[in-house]
């Protein structure tokens, strides 16, 4: 069931959603904008189920009426959304997929008294889609809501946030992110709620993918290339481990390796990804060219998954050109 009171945190954001939609004066675009894994898509469509049902209450969608049935069946008529496709090379929503939105906004509600659009990973439309929802932000139908969500409204057109109303989200705090996990009785809920960064998503992914261990074996990888104490044999022996791994997992390790790289290079400077990890970064001394360097070639890796290479000698690879820097 869409309720309000399964989302952790945002409880003013919540208070003056609930007002608006008992109110039923909602600005026609919205940008939800905060870092990734923070609740704004579930709050969207939350939000988006109290705009439609029939016998709300105080704001709470009732669950029970037609309109929130096909909401909880994810198929109703009058409710949009919009995402990035995958390519080779990247995510992106395509103006083929804005035409699509734009013909069904241009007819009249099916269901409901509006309808809802929602636009999750609005900074990656694509130039052209960009501009083509601009037109329909400018002139929008009557009876059409817009939410764009985004984990960087900067990446947005200016003209289109000056269209739309901005509602920022902060980051959870740790009490909340280790009360989550404790309650999905996850281990080590106290440590990953403090690396999470304020994002449940990454805090459950960490705990649920291996990542938590990956970020580890991460860090012993730079550690032992800045020793020099990574052989071919010992570049040979991961690449075999890692070629049991799927493209994902390999892509995961590569990006705890990235962020690692720059905690280590931004140390003391801004708020670290790895706030845990202060004392041993403070031990690798690895020049600023070098580790921007290494994180060119982490770049290129993401690239290549994209493609068929081998994952076996896409590791090896990569972990050789790392030790050659």
């Known amino acids: 069931m869409l309720t309000w009171k399964k989302i952790i945190g945002h409880a003013e954001i919540i208070r003056q959603l609930k007002k608006n939609s008992v109110a039923r004066k909602i600005p ?117 809501i817009f939410i764009l969500i985004t984990a960087n409204r900067a990446g947005l057109l200016m003209t289109m946030r000056s269209r739309c109303v901005t509602i920022n989200f902060e980051r959870l705090t740790d009490e909340q992110i280790k009360a989550e996990l404790s309650r999905r009785e996850i281990d080590n809920a106290e440590k990953i709620s403090i690396i999470s960064g304020g994002s449940l998503g990454r805090a459950l992914k960490l705990a649920q993918s291996g990542g938590y261990e990956m970020r580890e074996k991460a860090l012993n990888l730079i550690e032992r290339i800045y020793r020099k104490n990574f052989s071919n044999e010992d570049i040979f022996t991961e690449g075999a481990q890692i070629s049991d791994w799927t493209r994902e997992e390999f892509a995961d390790f590569v990006t705890y390796t990235q962020k690692i790289l ?63 820097v």
């Open 28 to 144: 026609h675009a919205i940008i939800f904008s905060g870092v990734e894994g923070i609740g704004k898509r579930t709050v969207a469509e939350v939000f988006a189920a109290s705009l439609l049902c029939e016998n709300l209450n105080g704001g709470e969608p009732c669950g029970t009426c037609p309109d929130c049935k096909l909401m909880k069946g994810k198929s109703h008529p009058d409710f949009y959304v919009v995402e990035p496709e995958e390519t080779k090379t990247a995510r992106n929503i395509k103006i083929g997929q804005i035409r699509e939105l734009q013909s069904q906004v241009s007819l009249k509600p099916v269901q409901a008294e509006r309808r809802v659009v929602i636009i999750d990973g609005a900074e990656f439309l694509r130039t052209a889609a960009a501009n083509s929802l601009l037109k329909t932000l400018e002139e929008p139908p009557g009876a059409t």
């Open 262 to 324: 720059r905690d280590i290079f931004l140390l003391g400077q801004v708020e670290l990804y790895n706030p845990d990890f202060a004392e041993r970064f403070g031990k690798i001394k690895i020049p600023e060219e070098k580790i921007s360097e290494m994180m060119k070639i982490g770049t290129d890796v993401f690239k290549k998954l994209k493609s068929n290479a081998n994952l076996r000698l896409l590791a090896e690879s990569y972990f050789l050109r790392l030790k050659l």
